[in-house]
């Protein structure tokens, strides 16, 4: 039982993919009791457990950036269109980026599947009853993977504008999507996620004309929240904003400046 967000992790199963890579990671992930809310005994276990997290992902970045991988860590609640993007994404980079995609989700392969379709090596992690990934799930991943040197690993986290926020995976970046189904209120609602975003994605902006969404005000409450994260709009099935993804990817991923200014999409 992972006794910071209360959600039972312990569980956790990773898919494997060819090509695994050993960086040398202590993959044990304890799980502790909970503790009655309240008791000063779970703010520690809060600490101990954020930061064992923090230490693996500590060693997963330099390990990443000792071979120029670059690695997306991607958070969305659930539908937002996560995989619907890293499909198209994969297929427009197809020979011009290498990608490989580390999977997250409570259960089934559904989208690993769709994933490797698009023509991307991917590693499923289901985590059971577990609301998130964390450190030690993605290092075993990435050993899974071995990423080439320069290639681009995009984490697909589990469904949840919570707890994913908590835990740092060792990635470069923070991308997160919200799609305008959704209500334009999520940033105000959920600022612990979108205060560590890099970028922020709206997506299904296609469906504008049928939803009442107010970008304005969207715009306005993410800048009082993250006044420094990029915005793009998009759209997935129209292609609409998908070139300013690309480009923001494949420079995120080389370590190269991100041509999107703060606030813009």
Same mark, same amino acid.
């Given at each position: +039982?992972?006794?910071? =967000?209360?959600?039972?992790?312990?569980?956790?199963? #990773?898919?494997?993919?060819?090509?695994?890579?050993?960086?040398?990671?202590?993959?044990?992930?304890?799980?502790?009791?909970?503790?009655?809310?309240?008791?000063?005994?779970?703010?520690?276990?809060? *600490?101990?457990?954020?930061?064992?997290?923090?230490?693996?992902?500590?060693?997963?970045?330099?390990?990443?950036?000792?071979?120029?991988?670059?690695?997306?860590?991607? +958070?969305?609640?659930?539908?937002?269109?996560?995989?619907?993007?890293?499909?198209?994404?994969?297929?427009?980079?197809? %020979?011009?980026?290498?990608?490989? #995609?580390?999977?997250?989700?409570?259960?089934?392969?559904? /989208?690993?599947?769709?994933?490797?379709?698009?023509? =991307?090596?991917?590693?499923?992690?289901?985590?059971?009853?577990?609301?998130?990934?964390?450190?030690?799930?993605?290092?075993?991943?990435?050993?899974?993977?071995?990423?080439?040197?320069?290639?681009?690993?995009?984490?697909?986290?589990?469904?949840?504008?919570?707890?994913?926020?908590?835990? /740092?995976?060792?990635?470069?970046?923070?991308?997160?999507?919200?799609? #305008?189904?959704?209500?334009?209120?999520?940033?105000?609602?959920?600022?612990?996620?979108?205060? *560590?975003? /890099?970028?922020?994605?709206?997506?299904?902006? /296609?469906?504008?004309?049928?939803?009442?969404?107010?970008?304005?005000?969207?715009?306005?409450?993410?800048?009082?929240?993250?006044?420094?994260?990029?915005?793009?709009?998009?759209?997935?099935?129209?292609?609409? %904003? +998908?070139?300013?993804?690309?480009?923001?990817?494949?420079?995120?991923?080389? =370590?190269?400046?991100?041509?999107?200014?703060?606030?813009?999409?």
């Amino acid at each position: +039982m992972c006794a910071t =967000c209360g959600c039972a992790g312990d569980g956790a199963v #990773v898919h494997g993919a060819a090509g695994g890579h050993d960086h040398g990671h202590d993959h044990a992930h304890d799980h502790a009791h909970v503790v009655p809310h309240g008791d000063a005994r779970t703010v520690q276990l809060q *600490q101990k457990v954020l930061a064992k997290n923090d230490g693996i992902a500590a060693g997963t970045r330099a390990w990443l950036a000792k071979r120029g991988v670059g690695m997306l860590n991607l +958070m969305s609640s659930p539908g937002a269109g996560k995989t619907t993007l890293l499909e198209g994404t994969a297929r427009a980079l197809a %020979g011009t980026l290498d990608i490989a #995609v580390i999977e997250g989700d409570q259960e089934t392969a559904l /989208d690993a599947s769709r994933i490797s379709a698009a023509g =991307c090596r991917v590693v499923q992690i289901n985590t059971g009853s577990g609301c998130h990934l964390d450190a030690a799930m993605v290092a075993r991943g990435l050993d899974e993977l071995g990423p080439a040197p320069g290639s681009a690993v995009v984490i697909e986290n589990v469904g949840n504008l919570v707890c994913p926020a908590l835990f /740092d995976l060792g990635e470069a970046h923070r991308v997160v999507l919200a799609a #305008v189904t959704e209500g334009p209120d999520k940033p105000m609602k959920y600022p612990q996620m979108f205060r *560590q975003a /890099d970028l922020v994605l709206l997506t299904k902006v /296609d469906l504008l004309p049928y939803v009442e969404f107010d970008t304005g005000r969207y715009a306005a409450d993410l800048a009082r929240v993250n006044p420094s994260a990029g915005v793009i709009q998009l759209s997935a099935t129209t292609g609409e %904003g +998908m070139g300013t993804w690309l480009t923001w990817l494949t420079a995120a991923a080389r =370590c190269e400046p991100r041509p999107l200014p703060p606030g813009r999409g």
